[in-house]
T-cell receptor, first 116, second 116 residues
Framework: AQSVTQPDIHITVSEGASLELRCNYS??????LFWYVQSPGQGLQLLLK??????LVQGIKGFEAEFKRSQSSFNLRKPSVHWSDAAEYFC??????????????FGKGTHLIIQP | DVKVTQSSRYLVKRTGEKVFLECVQD?????MFWYRQDPGLGLRLIYF???????EKGDIPEGYSVSREKKERFSLILESASTNQTSMYLC???????????????FGPGTRLTVT
């Protein structure tokens, strides 16, 4: 069965510093990969996605992610974080191997804290 | 912009009550999903639907049922609510993937359900 691992439950970063959030996946075929962000009390918003082609993908809010097939990883990066980036971040892989519709399997999330 | 709306942001119900959570999307998406989100567990798929009147079980369907009578509306039903169903419930929708291309999911703001 497919799975997604986000090894860091919490990460604390100073405002203006660079950020890298880790994501590792297990999937039997070519994966489709996503990063979502969830602000407190809100639903999930798509940051970026990888389907094929260039392994470095750009997203909204200055985020980027790199797909590394050899490492089964899809890490999220940002060169300089802002206080408004404090949120929960989820990595996801699809399509869902359970059959039927095109679902996603999500990691458990990484909680990002920004220090002033 | 894709809009996914959920009928309530907060809901408090008593043990044994029948609970309906409603979700509506306005982008003519074929797929709709119900997840529950719990701290430390991430998002877990309860049920999904890829067409009207079609449904498939996700990872944790026990204690839940769903209904999709119209394309834009997907309802989650708790037949007899229990305290262990206290959670955040998120609805999502997506286009039906063509071939092997998996489309991203769009999420509603969530319903925080408390069962007492």
């Amino acid at each position: 069965a497919q799975s997604v691992t986000q090894p860091d439950i919490h990460i604390t970063v100073s405002e203006g510093a660079s950020l890298e959030l880790r994501c590792n996946y297990s999937y039997g075929a070519t994966p489709y990969l996503f990063w979502y962000v969830q602000s407190p009390g809100q639903g999930l918003q798509l940051l970026l996605k990888y389907f094929s082609g260039d392994t470095l993908v750009q997203g909204i809010k200055g985020f980027e992610a790199e797909f590394k097939r050899s490492q089964s990883s899809f890490n999220l990066r940002k060169p300089s974080v802002h206080w408004s980036d404090a949120a929960e971040y989820f990595c996801a892989v699809g399509p869902y191997s359970g059959g039927g519709a095109d679902g996603l399997t999500f990691g458990k999330g990484t909680h990002l804290i920004i220090q002033p | 912009d894709v809009k996914v709306t959920q009928s309530s942001r907060y809901l408090v119900k008593r043990t044994g009550e029948k609970v309906f959570l409603e979700c509506v999307q306005d982008m003519d998406h074929e797929n709709m999903f119900w997840y529950r989100q719990d701290p430390g567990l991430g998002l877990r798929l309860i049920y999904f639907s890829y067409d009207v009147k079609m449904k498939e079980k996700g990872d944790i369907p026990e204690g839940y049922s769903v209904s999709r009578e119209k394309k834009e509306r997907f309802s989650l039903i708790l037949e007899s609510a229990s305290t262990n169903q206290t959670s955040m419930y998120l609805c999502a929708s997506s286009l039906r993937a063509m071939g092997t291309l998996s489309y991203e999911q769009y999420f509603g703001p969530g319903t925080r359900l408390t069962v007492t």
